[in-house]
């Protein structure tokens, strides 16, 4: 029998395989898609042939790629060609952003933003249409909160929405109104939908267009396979499976994406989307749903009430019996469920639809999952292993609102159980990273940073110091902890013989570099597949 020979064989004294705590001198082999061998550079000199290209990367970290477990591609597309509002610290710092923005593109209908925070702002007050009209009196404008559940927009917006003083709240949705009754420019959750409706109509060559430059970015950054989860039904006018299929099929997809869809007990929809994209880097791999909104808007979903405002404990976004019904009939045909769900309440909920889901059809390995887990119940934290759900968690969520409006929210007593992503690992919880993007920015390096040092908005506070992990478990919960969290364990997460040849090269070792260099720190070379998708100083042909 003929022995493989390696298309390429890249070699370096710290190789992060995922298999053990720490980097190793190490050199791998890849053949077409596949890794064929992990061993020294020695053990790799039989594998080289007379077309074999071979690169020792000296001391930059080798590993897995990033794999996003959590984040919404065509609204983040959008995100990168729009206004960023987040370095804003007052409501004219903001205007002046957008005011810039708007500008630079005249011949742009609508004028969309996003990462807008108040509660960084110098008056903490959420801002009205009327500043916006100031700016922007004849063209749309929609600014979206640091969150995604809320949206600050001018009058020119509302007017083409059809929103006045007379219309009625939608279901899971509140329009924001003055003391006069008129709507302030302020829409919440679902009441959002009629604007992102008419601002979010792109045609075909433009969505092509975002899609290409969302797949450059990734790739640029060592993410190598993202889970697009549905985001909510107010954007989806935006998705388009059939594109992401288009690029598939021109060989122009550098990522694998793994799609969520609705979970809205439309079963054989979802079945059919099911059988359409099931490819090595297109493929439905379950369903999504809400079961609230976001602390800072008090549409998070708790327990008890908040501690700010004690006449609402937030509700959840469709009925509870509706929400159980769903995942049990969703989980009989096989498919795997994932929850948003921020406040203890929720969780709760994600927890019993779960269980109930068991209790009908029998324990299975679902691999369902809930998203976000920010403010969890002591109680339920043992259920993830019992249960066997994935905590999908995005680390820097915690740093990115400011943290003493989020704690007034919740009080000092749920405040103790924020983000308890050691405590949950501890207690046999599986692991997922990812960002949310666009609500957060695509880097995986600053998730990676916040989980291993806990350091708050305040950029010099530890939050909760006993909730920090280890670098190789932040790692890991970045690369296999997804893998495991779609079924591709076997294929994806860790550098062994035989996966799928899905690689970043950072320019420095992580387990070298002072912590808080950790968020800079650059990816130098990107694999997926076996092929060069990004290389920074094109040191590497691009085959």
């Not at 396979?225 to 935006?238: C, G, K, P």
């Not at 808080?516 to 691009?542: H, M, Q």
Request: hydrophobic letters at 40%.
């Amino acid at each position: 029998m003929t022995k493989q020979i390696a298309d390429l064989i890249l070699s370096g004294n710290a190789v992060f395989t995922g298999l053990t705590d720490q980097p190793q001198p190490a050199a791998i082999a890849i053949a077409k898609d596949r890794i064929i061998a992990v061993g020294t550079a020695e053990e790799m000199k039989s594998l080289t042939g007379e077309h074999t290209k071979v690169y020792h990367f000296e001391d930059q970290l080798i590993m897995p790629g990033f794999h996003d477990f959590h984040l919404h591609v065509m609204d983040g597309a959008v995100t990168m060609d729009s206004a960023y509002l987040f370095p804003a610290r007052s409501e004219e710092e903001a205007l002046a952003i957008i005011r810039d923005f708007a500008e630079s593109r005249p011949d742009e209908p609508w004028v969309i933003g996003s990462t807008w925070d108040s509660g960084y702002w110098d008056t903490q007050k959420l801002p009205d249409r009327y500043a916006l009209d100031r700016i922007l009196p004849d063209r749309p404008a929609l600014m979206f909160h640091a969150e995604g559940h809320y949206a600050w927009v001018n009058s020119k917006a509302l007017e083409i929405a059809g929103i006045d003083r007379d219309t009625k709240n939608p279901a899971f949705g509140i329009i924001g109104k003055d003391e006069n009754g008129e709507p302030d420019g302020i829409l919440y959750e679902k009441a959002m939908g009629a604007v992102i409706e008419h601002a979010y109509r792109f045609t075909k060559e433009k969505k092509r267009e975002l899609f290409a430059n969302f797949l450059a970015h990734a790739a640029s950054l060592g993410v190598t396979a993202v889970h697009d989860l549905f985001a909510t039904e107010s954007l989806a006018i935006l998705t388009d499976y059939e594109l992401f299929k288009e690029f598939e099929d021109e060989g122009g997809l550098t990522a694998r994406l793994h799609l969520w869809p609705a979970l809205d007990g439309d079963l054989e929809h979802a079945k059919q989307l099911r059988d359409r994209y099931q490819s090595d880097r297109l493929r439905v791999s379950g369903l999504k749903q809400f079961i609230d909104g976001v602390i800072t808007a008090r549409t998070a979903y708790m327990l008890e009430p908040y501690a700010d405002d004690p006449e609402t404990r937030g509700e959840t976004t469709f009925p509870a019996d509706t929400i159980k019904k769903w995942v049990v009939d969703a989980d009989k045909e096989g498919f795997s469920i994932r929850f948003h769900a921020i406040g203890d309440g929720a969780i709760r909920l994600a927890f019993d639809a779960y269980e109930e889901a068991q209790l009908a059809n029998g324990k299975r390995d679902s691999r369902h999952s809930i998203e976000h887990v920010e403010v969890i119940h002591p109680d339920d934290i043992r259920r993830f292993k019992e249960l066997g759900v994935t905590a999908s968690m995005q680390p820097d969520h915690f740093a990115m609102s400011e943290r003493g409006v989020y704690t007034a929210r919740i009080g000092g007593e749920r405040e103790k159980h924020v983000f308890p992503i050691r405590t949950l690992k501890e207690a046999g919880a599986r692991l997922a990273f990812g960002t949310d993007f666009p609500i957060d920015v695509l880097n995986p390096l600053l998730q990676i940073y916040r989980a291993v040092t806990r350091i708050d908005s305040s950029g010099k506070t530890v939050w909760h110091p006993h909730e920090r992990i280890s670098l190789a478990d932040a790692l890991k919960a970045y690369t296999s902890g997804s893998a495991y969290g779609c079924f591709r364990e076997h294929e994806l997460g860790t550098l062994e013989a035989g996966k799928l040849a899905d690689i970043v090269v950072l320019e420095r070792n992580l387990f070298e570099v002072p912590v808080d260099d950790i968020p800079e720190v650059k990816a130098v070379v990107t694999i997926v597949d076996g092929k060069v998708v990004f290389d920074r100083a094109n040191e590497l042909a691009v085959k």
